[in-house]
């Protein structure tokens, strides 16, 4: 009942100089309750933009994508976004950073209060909620991002390359936590990034989009995330069938890559 | 006293502090190495020096310094003016100062211009033959003039005498002159000269007229010799006066001489007179030999060796005076910069950088008599509380027709001339202010209205400003709409609509608070539409989608993301405002800082303008320093985020 289906999804932008670009053509597809989506695609191949239609920020050119059989025409609570910045309020304290949603509300200030303690344990940042945004580092901000969209209790959580700026160590720490989210809170999760491995680990199903037009050209169900819930991430990376599918989709986007190199020479 | 103790003072901290430099210079060559950022916190004693510097090289400009330490020595340097001036005539006609004797080149000169008019009539088309024989006649005789005045034999013994005279009025001076009671002035006389003096009054002496508050100039070097050394060249200089007046009027005119001159001024004036208009150009010519004819005979040409003796007598004097000088010229060539009180003549007036530039201790002085509630500036003082009762400040705020629109009449008297008042009066007179209540301390005064004005021109244009260019910053037909209006008056110097408005608004507060409103609103307007249009789209998309709506969305993300923009641009337009404000004081009104410093410059009251200067960069600097805490209070995220 509440999935996400897409028809016929087409966007066409007009650049400046007067060229249309199809950042999106014919886009069908189906994400139900509690799915975990990540989409992997070279640049330019319409991720964000699929991703800011899901979220209301802009209108497809035609199609129709519904929430809950509601069509999707604007932003709302029940999509919470995470940015790839963060996109904090760095006037604001963690606690009024993620407590904003529920301030807009006007809901209980105490009851409030008590969600953001939850969640920010949840998250991992018990204690920092006096601190200010500025002072964090960029996991944590991430952390809050995380909070922030969570505690509004959204059916459905776009993110947005949310690890891209971490380093390493962090992002590691970051999957597992999103991963541990996705399993306790049950909600479906659309996570956009550049990193095939990321996709693969923390996919429970992958889009891997193509470019010129934007669409998706190739479907796969993956096992890792599952796994992921049980076992350490860096174990799963070492399997052998891990390996084999981050070689092929790493060849795919080499190719779509140099296809795209080429046209432009 | 306070001045020596200062410059003392001055030249030990500089010593010291560029001493303690040193050292420190050495040890750092050590940090330089293993690094000390304490240290690099440090550099007080650089300030000091600086500041010190500049301290010194004030008292030094303003003569402070030669007033501390020297306080006679400005009255005594203008009685050795007044000598010099006295000396300058004799010792002109001799080689002391100059290259050679003043009949020398007079001859010179002279015999030079003869030559030129010989040449001229030679050469000219317009006289005939037979003219210019004759003028070659009088240039000739005129010539022979000179010879009747450098001989020797024919110098006349009363002339000689007289020089004689001269010479030995000359000697006794000097004998007189280095005696120590010199001028022997009797009991009566030097009480006589010490009232006047104490009349007179001393050096840089601040005179105010309390009650009017108006601050008068001071008055500078005084002119009356205040002591026996300075007396005895004031003596010395009336002396010579006399003497000289003497010499000038003396000519060295032998019977010769006289018919000779005579003769020609007959001949030219007769020649001159046969001539018809026609010959205009011949009849000036003869006029301007007659003319140097008479030049020779007012000059003091004497023979060769006449004055030797005279020559003598004064240059004995001078040496005598100079010797009585001793360090009196030191003093006015090291500590009286640019207005060297000799040289400025026996008027004895202060010229040069002396006259802008007010001592410090007069300034300071100035400083705390204006600073007094009673005297302030033309009758308002700087800056003072004043008991104000609440009722006037209710009244002020009502408006009067809340009386109006009551039901029933105002009251009107009996017959008996009594006033009885009822309810509607009795509202009258609290919406007036016609009442007691209790009162309370209000500011007032020309720093007060100066900070006044800015306060309250910069607290509206943030009103109107900072909402108007968010808006602009948010909607395109905002944008479009004000843009225009905006770009019209902008550009457009503040001081340029100056005129405009305070000629439409009045010269009082009205007038100055909506030209500074004009300022700052199109700085707070530009930097809200800076800090609007700046936001992030992905914080606007993040509140959005947290279920924000676009009002919360303008409150809680666009407003503090714009915030450090605004405060940016209220420390602008802070600064525009106050430059505008004393600009705008400047051409019209009754009181302000810029006010007190324009009637200062009418009667060149040097010290209140350095104050109102000081004054002003003070308030500057406070404001700066208030609006720089303010802003490392309100946005500390400022470019963290």
Not at chain 1, 212 to 217: A, K, L, N, Q, T
Not at chain 2, 92 to 113: A, D, G, H, L, V
Not at chain 2, 576 to 595: D, K
Request: with cysteine.
């Amino acid at each position: 009942m509440s999935d996400l289906i897409s028809q016929n999804l087409n966007m066409i932008f007009k650049t400046p100089k007067g060229e249309t670009v199809h950042a999106l053509k014919d886009l069908n597809f189906t994400l139900k309750k509690g799915e975990l989506l990540t989409v992997l695609g070279p640049s330019g191949c319409g991720k964000t933009t699929l991703l800011n239609i899901t979220a209301g920020f802009i209108r497809p050119t035609s199609g129709v994508i519904t929430l809950n059989n509601k069509e999707i025409d604007g932003p709302g609570v029940e999509r919470g976004m995470v940015f790839q910045q963060g996109a904090l309020f760095e006037w604001l304290t963690v606690a009024e950073n993620v407590n904003f949603g529920l301030r807009m509300k006007k809901e209980d200030p105490i009851q409030t209060a008590k969600k953001v303690d939850e969640w920010l344990e949840i998250v991992g940042l018990q204690g920092f909620g006096n601190t200010p945004t500025y002072q964090l580092s960029g996991g944590m901000q991430q952390r809050v991002a995380l909070a922030r969209c969570l505690i509004n209790d959204p059916d459905l959580i776009l993110m947005d390359e949310p690890l891209g700026a971490l380093d390493a160590l962090t992002r590691e720490k970051m999957q597992s936590l999103v991963l541990k989210i996705w399993k306790e809170t049950g909600k479906t999760i659309i996570l956009i990034t550049h990193s095939v491995e990321e996709a693969l680990l923390l996919g429970e199903r992958l889009y891997v989009m193509a470019p010129r037009p934007g669409r998706i050209h190739k479907e796969y169900n993956l096992p890792f995330a599952s796994m992921g819930l049980k076992e350490d991430l860096r174990e799963i990376k070492k399997n052998k069938d891990f390996s084999a599918k981050r070689e092929e989709i790493l060849e795919m986007i080499w190719n779509m890559e140099e296809e795209i190199m080429g046209k432009d020479i | 006293m306070l001045t020596q103790i200062v410059t003392f003072l001055i030249f030990v901290a500089v010593i010291g502090c560029i001493l303690y430099g040193r050292k420190l210079i050495k040890t750092e060559k050590v940090d330089a190495v293993f690094g000390n950022p304490e240290r690099a916190l440090g550099g007080t004693h650089w300030v000091i020096v600086g500041s010190s510097f500049l301290l010194l090289v004030w008292l030094y400009y303003s003569w402070d310094i030669a007033k501390g330490f020297y306080p006679k020595s400005a009255n005594e340097l203008c009685q050795v003016a007044k000598v010099n001036d006295s000396l300058l005539g004799l010792k002109y006609q001799f080689p002391i100062e100059e290259r050679e004797f003043k009949s020398t080149s007079q001859i010179k000169k002279e015999n030079k211009n003869l030559n030129l008019i010989l040449n001229e009539i030679q050469n000219s088309q317009e006289i005939d033959n037979q003219q210019k024989t004759v003028l070659a006649g009088f240039i000739k005789k005129t010539n022979q003039l000179i010879p009747l005045l450098t001989n020797e034999d024919l110098i006349e013994n009363e002339t000689k005498q007289k020089i004689n005279d001269i010479t030995g009025k000359i000697n006794l001076l000097t004998e007189n002159f280095q005696k120590p009671d010199y001028p022997f002035e009797t009991e009566q006389e030097l009480n006589e000269r010490l009232k006047a003096v104490s009349e007179e009054g001393g050096w840089g002496i601040v005179k105010v007229q309390s009650g009017t508050g108006s601050i008068e100039n001071t008055m500078e070097v005084p002119l009356i010799p205040a002591t026996d050394r300075g007396l005895k060249f004031h003596a010395a200089a009336q002396e010579l006066n006399l003497i000289s007046d003497e010499f000038f009027k003396l000519r060295n005119h032998n019977p010769q001489f006289k018919n000779q001159i005579k003769q020609l001024k007959d001949d030219i004036k007769s020649y001159r007179k046969d001539l018809s208009d026609s010959e205009e150009v011949a009849s000036t010519y003869a006029k301007n030999i007659i003319k140097i004819a008479r030049r020779i005979e007012f000059a003091s040409i004497y023979p060769p060796n006449a004055l030797n003796k005279m020559q003598n007598a004064i240059i004995k004097f001078d040496n005598a005076q100079l010797k009585t000088q001793g360090g009196l010229r030191f003093i006015d060539i090291l500590l009286f910069p640019a207005g060297t009180i000799v040289a400025s003549g026996p008027s004895c007036s202060e010229q040069g950088s002396g006259r802008w530039l007010p001592k410090p201790s007069d300034t300071f002085n100035k400083f705390i008599l204006m600073s007094k509630p009673s005297v302030g500036y033309k009758d308002i003082p700087l800056l003072w509380i004043d008991m104000v009762d609440v009722s006037k400040m209710i009244g002020f705020i009502l408006p009067d027709w809340i009386a109006d629109i009551l039901p029933g009449e105002y009251p009107v008297h009996t017959k008996d001339g009594i006033v009885k008042e009822n309810f509607k009066g009795n509202v009258l007179k609290v919406v007036t202010g016609d009442f007691k209540l209790f009162k309370v301390p209000v500011p007032y005064g020309h720093i007060w209205d100066s900070f006044l004005r800015v306060f309250l021109g910069l607290v509206f244009g943030i009103i109107i400003g900072v909402p108007l260019g968010l808006f602009m910053g948010l909607n395109r037909f905002a944008k479009g709409f004000f843009d225009p209006l905006i770009e019209l008056y902008r550009p457009v110097p503040p001081l340029a609509w100056a005129p405009l408005i305070i000629s439409v608004l009045g010269i009082d507060n009205t007038g100055k608070v909506f030209l500074l409103f004009m300022v700052s609103l199109s700085i707070m307007i530009i930097s809200a539409r800076a800090g609007a249009s700046g936001t992030q789209l992905s914080k606007i998309h993040a509140a959005h989608s947290l279920g924000a709506s676009k009002r919360q969305i303008l409150r809680h993300v666009i407003f503090p993301n714009s915030l450090p923009e605004i405060l940016t641009g209220i420390r602008v337009a802070v600064g525009m405002c106050w430059g505008t404000l004393v600009a705008a004081e400047f051409l019209a009104g009754t009181t302000g800082i810029g006010f007190v410093e324009n009637v200062a410059k009418k009667y060149f009251q040097y010290e209140v303008i350095w104050i109102t200067i000081f004054i002003m960069g003070m308030l500057g600097l406070l404001f700066d320093i208030t609006l720089r805490k303010i802003i490392d209070k309100t946005i500390p995220w400022r470019g963290k985020g």
